[in-house]
């Protein structure tokens, strides 16, 4: 397969260009619609959009058994344990999107070098050069110098008949 974007070939369907990091979706495979996308970037739009539409739903559900249940002689405890826990859910959600916006942030940047790199002429990703060994001790492995020719064991059943 070859890139669309900028031509390397010898690539795989469903993930990214070696060379830039475009996108490669598999053509061949049935067209079916996903939920959330195609591509990793519409995927993480839709989990941000879903992410703030749901911390955003169970904010204000907890806000309203609050408002509507506080300080009345007539709530039950079960109204403000559900209370708290739309709070524990309008939480997650909020981390769920602070976190999903770093990776989308990541990958602008890694697609923004990488696009960089290409028109440089350095094909090799910053995160695929090759790496330090030198804080690595050379140990031989563990089986190195350790088989030896030993003399054929006969069966147990054979050395008890003689």
Do not use: H
Request: proline share 4%; charged share 15%.
């Amino acid at each position: 397969m070859y890139c669309s974007n900028c031509g390397a070939e010898a690539q795989l369907a469903n993930a990214f260009c070696k060379r830039c990091g475009e996108w490669l979706p598999d053509m061949k495979a049935k067209s079916r619609v996903a939920f959330g996308g195609e591509t990793p970037q519409q995927n993480i739009a839709t989990g941000l959009f879903m992410s703030a539409m749901s911390a955003v739903a169970a904010l204000i559900s907890a806000i309203a058994l609050y408002a509507t249940y506080l300080g009345s002689g007539d709530a039950k405890w079960s109204v403000y344990l559900a209370a708290a826990f739309c709070l524990c859910i309008a939480g997650w959600q909020a981390s769920s999107f602070a976190v999903t916006m770093k990776l989308r942030k990541r990958m602008k940047k890694s697609r923004e070098v990488s696009s960089t790199s290409q028109l440089t002429g350095d094909n090799t990703p910053p995160a695929l050069k090759a790496g330090d060994f030198s804080a690595f001790v050379n140990t031989p492995t563990v089986t190195e110098n350790t088989t030896e020719l030993l003399e054929p064991v006969g069966n147990k059943a054979d050395s008890s008949s003689s």
